[in-house]
């Protein structure tokens, strides 16, 4: 070997290094963040599915008892669960797809030039700004069948109605103050989007004799599709995870007629010290979030193609 060569292989030994050395400093670096990802997430994930296998009332004096599958027996054959979790998907699909619908065609007109647009717009995003357990305490105080506003003022023309009082119609008001609060959420996606977007296809489009609706259809909705996509599986992840409005507003009742998945759960870990089978409800409530957001994006993916 001549001198050249080794020097040619000392430089790549040394630059070898110098790149090891670096990366052993990014691990460093990432290494603390890692670490707390893994005992604060993995960690409870894993217990979760651990004590699913147990029965527990958590009681420091009485030790958790393996039961193995008998939770998801349980769960299976529990009419309580099924009406839930019916009640659960009832209750995403319909908010998600009201909300979708509502949230592109207002971000469509927001997109418009016309006088106080920034204000109009600052209104629909309003309610996505407040806490959740205030729009439902203002909510509660609306439905109130006796001293609601919403009685007083349909009062005045002859009518009056039980709200969240009625077993029938209970989870459908519901549905409205979700509605009425979220739909910010995909008006503010699509609008950012819309924003975006390039202005001269919609003039050639209007030179070759195009109406609004066609443009809409063949121009607007295919370069939002992603977007929209996008924003329905946030709704639906945080649909499916409902708790706040139910719970300050009828606490799953009438009966019931408004206890989704979250709520059964809340009640059987705090109420009837069932942790076992809440966290065997859990498992399988975490499946269906993932899978469902998988499906969604999976189809966001068969879109952008």
């Known amino acids: 070997m001549t001198s050249v060569e080794y020097k040619g292989l000392q430089a790549r030994e040394r630059l070898k290094s110098k790149a090891a050395s670096r990366k052993a400093e990014k691990?460093?670096?990432?290494?603390?963040?890692?670490?707390?990802?893994?005992?604060?997430?993995?960690?409870?994930?894993?217990?979760?599915?651990?004590?699913?296998?147990?029965?527990?009332?958590?009681?420091?004096?009485?030790?958790?008892?393996?039961v193995g599958l008998g939770n998801y027996r349980r769960m299976l054959e529990d009419p309580r669960f099924s009406s839930a979790l019916g009640r659960t998907l009832l209750f995403t699909i319909v908010a998600v797809v009201i909300e979708t619908f509502l949230g592109v065609a207002i971000a469509v007109l927001l997109n418009r030039e016309f006088a106080l647009r920034g204000l109009v717009r600052t209104l629909f995003l309003m309610p996505m700004v407040a806490t959740p357990v205030a729009i439902a305490l203002v909510w509660r105080l609306m439905y109130e069948p006796n001293l609601g506003i919403l009685n007083n003022v349909l009062g005045a023309v002859g009518v009056q109605s039980e709200f969240v009082a009625a077993t029938d119609r209970a989870l459908w008001w519901l549905l409205l103050v979700d509605v009425?609060?979220?739909?910010?959420?995909?008006?503010?996606?699509?609008?950012?989007?819309?924003?975006?977007?390039?202005?001269?296809?919609?003039?050639?489009?209007?030179?070759?004799?195009?109406?609004?609706?066609?443009?809409?259809?063949?121009?607007?909705?295919?370069?939002?599709?992603?977007?929209?996509?996008?924003?329905?599986?946030?709704r639906m992840i945080d649909a499916l995870k409902t708790f706040d409005i139910i719970w300050v507003i009828t606490q799953g009742g009438p009966g019931f007629a408004t206890e989704t998945l979250n709520v059964f759960i809340y009640k059987q870990n705090f109420e009837a010290q069932n942790l076992g089978y809440a966290a065997s409800m859990l498992n399988v409530f975490f499946a269906i979030v993932v899978a469902a957001a998988l499906l969604l994006l999976r189809l966001r993916k068969s879109v952008n193609r």
């Open 27 to 66: 691990f460093a670096l990432i290494a603390p963040a890692v670490s707390f990802v893994v005992v604060m997430m993995i960690a409870p994930v894993i217990f979760t599915i651990w004590l699913s296998f147990n029965k527990w009332s958590g009681s420091r004096t009485q030790s958790p008892r393996w």
């Open 180 to 234: 009425w609060q979220w739909t910010s959420i995909i008006i503010l996606i699509v609008a950012a989007t819309l924003a975006a977007q390039p202005t001269d296809v919609y003039e050639a489009a209007a030179i070759d004799g195009s109406s609004a609706w066609q443009a809409f259809r063949r121009i607007t909705l295919p370069m939002i599709r992603p977007a929209i996509i996008t924003a329905m599986v946030f």
